[in-house]
């Protein structure tokens, strides 16, 4: 019982700020650099945006977002009542809702061809658990602009609860939501997206490798094909299902990388809970994970507080995967040498490469330039 109460405490922490929201100022767009992004979401629409009711088809969007030039990286301001600051706070410009996928894919295709052909990406983004929609959005505009995503930002809004207690909930939500994913996969790819990229964070990396699996199991080696590359941000997954669901996949799509901390609390209890040493996104070693074809990030040494989701939200980390080619480096393989580029220790085991990185090597580099 103690164990618990402790995790769902160390849930709702978030709770003790307020929750990131979109707020609406359209003369914003004139002031700051906006990004599109293009949602597709299983929510059913409430009065004021999307809850996190379950709908039976999803629902297709578009927001516009102001960028603000005054923040930290991978920090999201919350706005305050009757207080927008367009210069610290991310704000919503515009607002497009599409009455059917074909409409959806007229506007991402067009998106998409106003970019050089090597830029005709699109970064879908899956959210975690205890996620509202306006969270998400605001997640992936932020990572989006912190990592200076070149394509066309993406986001799959699944109905999670958005309550540290509706952890059951949205697992189930989950297993309903794949469906969603493999059609948004195939808009995104039918749209004329050159690469597709999958990031998701937490439990919403098993949505994306359930949703893997499913492809493989209707068309095996589909999703090596269909899929560019996957980034799991402190994925909350038992390490067995996560190699179960890769067996089934077969070959994962390639570059594959795994964020990982010793330091995230959320998920050192998750591992308690469920009597496991750890969880995929706090694996000691990458021997557990040697036969496969990943690459580990371990930012353990860069992660404070709750280190949930240190990847995304640590600027040290940003500012070391921010610079040009940093993170297609850590990506690449150790066999084409440039991982060694990166501050930290590289390791090879079998058909895993592991990087841990350092603050130390980092600072140094830094010093360097």
């Not at 949205?170 to 469906?179: E, H, K, N, P, Q």
């Not at 990943?294 to 939200?313: C, K, L, Q, R, Y």
């Not at 850590?330 to 991982?339: E, I, L, P």
Request: with cysteine; charged share 20%; net charge neutral.
């Amino acid at each position: 019982m103690f164990r618990f109460v402790a995790f769902v405490l160390i849930l709702g922490l978030s709770a003790c700020t307020p929750r990131a929201t979109l707020v609406f100022a359209p003369q914003a767009a004139a002031e700051n650099p906006t990004r599109k992004v293009f949602i597709a979401t299983t929510r059913q629409p409430e009065a004021a945006g999307f809850g996190a009711g379950r709908a039976a088809a999803p629902g297709y969007l578009r927001y516009d977002i102001a960028v603000p030039p005054l923040r930290e990286p991978g920090a999201i301001e919350t706005p305050k009542p009757n207080r927008i600051d367009p210069q610290t706070q991310f704000i919503a410009t515009a607002r497009a809702a599409y009455p059917d996928a074909a409409s959806f894919r007229g506007d991402l295709r067009t998106a998409l061809r106003q970019r050089a052909g090597h830029e005709r990406e699109a970064v879908i983004y899956v959210h975690g658990f205890n996620n509202t929609f306006d969270e998400g959005v605001l997640r992936i505009t932020q990572l989006a602009e912190d990592f200076d995503m070149p394509g066309v930002s993406v986001h799959y809004s699944w109905p999670s609860a958005g309550n540290p207690l509706g952890y059951a909930y949205d697992r189930d939500s989950l297993l309903i939501s794949r469906d969603g994913l493999e059609t948004l996969i195939r808009d995104v790819r039918a749209a004329g997206a050159e690469r597709i990229v999958l990031v998701a964070h937490s439990v919403g990396s098993m949505l994306i490798m359930e949703t893997l699996r499913q492809l493989s199991i209707a068309k095996p080696g589909s999703p090596a094909r269909i899929i560019d590359a996957v980034i799991l941000i402190s994925p909350d997954l038992d390490i067995e299902l996560f190699r179960s669901q890769a067996a089934r996949i077969g070959q994962l799509p390639q570059p594959f990388g795994i964020f990982v901390s010793q330091r995230d609390r959320v998920l050192g209890l998750s591992a308690r809970l469920t009597g496991q040493r750890n969880r995929l996104g706090n694996v000691k070693s990458i021997a557990d994970l040697a036969d496969l074809e990943v690459t580990v990030v371990d930012v353990t040494e860069f992660s404070t507080g709750v280190g949930h989701f240190t990847a995304g939200t640590s600027a040290a980390v940003i500012s070391i995967f921010g610079r040009a080619g940093a993170l297609e480096a850590a990506f690449a393989g150790d066999s084409s040498g440039r991982t060694g580029l990166l501050p930290g220790t590289v390791l090879t085991v079998q058909n895993a490469t592991g990087i841990i990185l350092s603050p130390v090597t980092a600072l140094a580099g830094a010093t360097a330039q």
